[in-house]
């Protein structure tokens, strides 16, 4: 069993930034194809961003060129540097650990509580 625990959620402006952490509970970290998913009101959950074991990233469209995910697998952690913002960006945002080499072949296995996210004027 995997435990993850996110944190850095809040409300930021449209254009702002902020900047998600993940921090997991095992010894196997490095094993794991890490990923950000994210659900807005009414929406489905959805895929952000996944960083494999072999640190390969791999961003949605919506967010690319603002989105960017790294790993620390030193500190069981993985991050979300978010960059202008939008309001569309608004959700819960969900670290996730799984398998998988790209965002369409990524299956979650173990999921966090989820960290607010609200772009707002």
């Known amino acids: 069993q995997v435990q993850l625990v996110e944190s850095g959620g809040g409300l930021v402006q449209p254009g702002g930034s902020l900047k998600l952490s993940c921090v997991a509970s095992?010894?196997?970290?490095?094993?794991?194809?890490m990923g950000w998913y994210r659900q807005a009101p009414g929406n489905q959950r959805e895929l952000v961003a996944i960083?494999?074991?072999?640190?390969?990233?791999d961003v949605a469209d919506a967010v690319k060129d603002r989105f960017f995910m790294s790993r620390a697998n030193a500190k069981n952690a993985v991050y979300l540097q978010m960059n202008e913002m939008k309001p569309e960006d608004t959700g819960v945002y969900y670290c996730?650990?799984?398998?998988?080499?790209?965002?369409?072949?990524?299956?979650?296995?173990?999921w966090g509580q989820g960290t607010r996210v609200t772009v707002s004027s």
């Open positions: 960083t494999t074991h072999r640190w390969v990233a």
């Open positions: 095992t010894s196997h970290f490095d094993f794991y194809t």
């Open positions: 996730s650990a799984g398998a998988g080499e790209s965002l369409s072949t990524y299956q979650p296995a173990y």
